[in-house]
C-alpha cells in the first residue's frame, strides 16, 4: 500500500502542494487525480518518486517512510514504484536506441541476468505492443504513441507493484491515446497493477480509476468513488470540471457551469476557502474558515461548507438520486 499523508510543497513561497493525503491500495486499483493546470498533480507525483523534496509530510509503502530509505531499501522502493511521464520525449535519451535504454533498467535493478537482457527486451516491446526489431531504432524514428509504450516497456522492465501515470496520453491525438489507454486496461489485470493516474480527461478517470481526487490549488476538494464523483459532484468547483465534458446524446447534455475569474495567485492564495473568489455559491463563512475535508456519505469527502445545503437529495439517499440542480447520473461515454 501506498500513502501520502498531510504532503507539503513549497517552492520560494508557493505552497504547490499543501496537506495533501492519498491512499492507493495494492492493484489492480487506480486513483484518479484531476484538476486544473497548476492544481499540484505533477508536483503530487514528482514527490512521491522522492524527485523533489518535502516541506512536510511523508510518503509510505507498506508503512515505510520513503524519505528516509538509503541504500538498498531505497533501490528496492525505486523498483516497486515507477512513473511514466506526460511526454516521452523528454525522458528517452535520442542518442540511445530503444533495446539499450531498456537493457539499462534491467542491468540497474538486477531484475535477469545479463545472458537474458535480449530475451527479456523482446519480451517487453510486445507486451506493449511493439516488434522486437523496434528495439534498434532511435526515439526519433518511433511516432508518439510508439515512444509512449517504450516509455510504459521501460517502466515495467523492473517487474513494478505500482505506477504513476503523469497525463501518459496528453501529447498524443484521439486515436493513438485509446490505443494507449487500452493498452493500460488490459497491463492493469495482467500485471496486477495499482496507479496514480493523472489526467485532464474525465472520461479516461472513469473508466480506468475506482476512485478519483479533485485538486484545487494544491489541496483536495473532493474525493471519492469515481463514478459517484462524477456522475454526482458535490463541490461547485467538481460541478465545472464535470460539466465542461461534451455529451454527444443531447438527453445526457448538462447546463454549463462556468466558473467565473481565474486561479488566484498560489504565492498568496486567498483566505478561507481557496475556492471562494470564483465560487457562485460564496457566503462569509467561505472568505474567512477554511474547509476541511470531511465524509459527506459512504466514502465521498468533500471540502465545502454548504455541501450538504447545496447537496441535500444526495445526502438523504446516500449520493444517489438528482443533486440540488436537479441533474441525474450519466456516463462519460468510453473512451475505447
Known amino acids: 500500500m501506498l500513502e501520502v499523508r498531510a504532503l507539503h510543497v513549497v517552492?520560494?513561497?508557493?505552497?504547490?502542494v499543501d496537506g495533501v493525503s492519498l491512499t492507493l491500495p495494492a492493484g489492480p486499483f487506480g486513483l484518479g487525480i484531476v484538476g486544473e493546470s497548476g492544481s499540484g498533480k505533477t508536483t503530487i507525483a514528482r514527490a512521491v518518486m522522492r524527485l523533489i523534496p518535502?516541506?512536510?509530510?511523508?510518503?509510505l509503502l507498506d508503512g515505510h517512510d520513503v524519505f528516509r530509505l538509503r541504500g538498498g531499501a531505497l533501490r528496492a522502493y525505486r523498483r516497486a514504484v515507477q512513473i511514466v511521464f506526460q511526454d516521452a520525449d523528454s525522458t528517452l535519451d535520442p542518442r540511445m536506441r530503444v533495446g539499450p535504454a531498456i537493457r539499462e533498467a534491467l542491468r540497474v535493478h538486477?531484475?535477469?541476468?545479463?545472458?537474458?537482457?535480449?530475451?527479456?527486451?523482446?519480451?517487453?516491446?510486445?507486451?506493449?505492443?511493439?516488434?522486437?526489431?523496434?528495439?534498434?531504432?532511435f526515439p526519433h524514428e518511433l511516432s508518439g504513441g510508439q515512444r509512449?509504450?517504450?516509455?510504459?516497456?521501460?517502466?515495467l522492465a523492473v517487474e513494478p507493484r505500482t505506477l504513476i501515470l503523469d497525463e501518459p496520453t496528453s501529447a498524443l491525438d484521439v486515436t493513438v491515446q485509446a490505443r494507449i489507454l487500452r493498452l493500460i486496461a488490459?497491463?492493469?489485470?495482467?500485471?496486477?497493477?495499482?496507479?496514480?493516474?493523472?489526467?485532464?480527461?474525465?472520461?479516461?478517470?472513469?473508466?480506468?480509476?475506482?476512485e478519483a481526487a479533485v485538486l484545487y490549488l494544491g489541496q483536495v476538494i473532493e474525493q471519492g468513488p469515481t463514478g459517484q464523483l462524477l456522475s454526482s459532484p458535490a463541490h461547485p468547483y467538481t460541478r465545472a470540471l464535470r460539466s465542461a465534458v461534451p455529451e454527444i446524446d443531447i438527453a445526457d447534455r448538462r447546463a454549463r457551469v462556468v466558473v467565473p475569474g481565474i486561479v488566484p495567485d498560489p504565492a498568496h492564495p486567498p483566505a478561507g476557502c481557496r475556492f471562494?473568489?470564483?465560487?457562485?455559491?460564496?457566503?462569509q463563512r467561505c472568505r474567512e474558515e477554511t474547509?476541511?475535508?470531511?465524509?459527506?456519505?459512504?466514502?465521498?469527502?468533500?471540502?465545502?461548507?454548504?455541501?450538504e445545503e447545496l447537496n441535500p437529495v444526495l445526502v438523504s439517499h446516500g449520493g444517489r438520486?438528482?443533486?440540488?440542480?436537479?441533474?441525474?447520473?450519466?456516463?462519460l461515454g468510453s473512451i475505447f
Open 110 to 137: 538486477r531484475v535477469v541476468s545479463r545472458d537474458e537482457f535480449g530475451h527479456r527486451v523482446d519480451e517487453l516491446l510486445e507486451e506493449v505492443g511493439l516488434e522486437s526489431a523496434t528495439s534498434s531504432r
Open 54 to 59: 518535502l516541506a512536510g509530510g511523508s510518503v
Open 148 to 155: 509512449q509504450r517504450v516509455a510504459i516497456a521501460r517502466a
Open 11 to 16: 517552492f520560494e513561497s508557493v505552497h504547490a
Open 186 to 210: 488490459e497491463l492493469r489485470e495482467k500485471r496486477q497493477l495499482a496507479y496514480f493516474l493523472i489526467s485532464h480527461n474525465l472520461a479516461v478517470v472513469q473508466q480506468l480509476c475506482e
Open 291 to 307: 474547509p476541511l475535508l470531511r465524509r459527506l456519505w459512504a466514502e465521498h469527502s468533500v471540502a465545502c461548507h454548504r455541501a
Open 321 to 331: 438520486g438528482q443533486d440540488a440542480l436537479g441533474q441525474t447520473p450519466d456516463n
Open 276 to 283: 471562494n473568489p470564483r465560487c457562485p455559491f460564496v457566503v
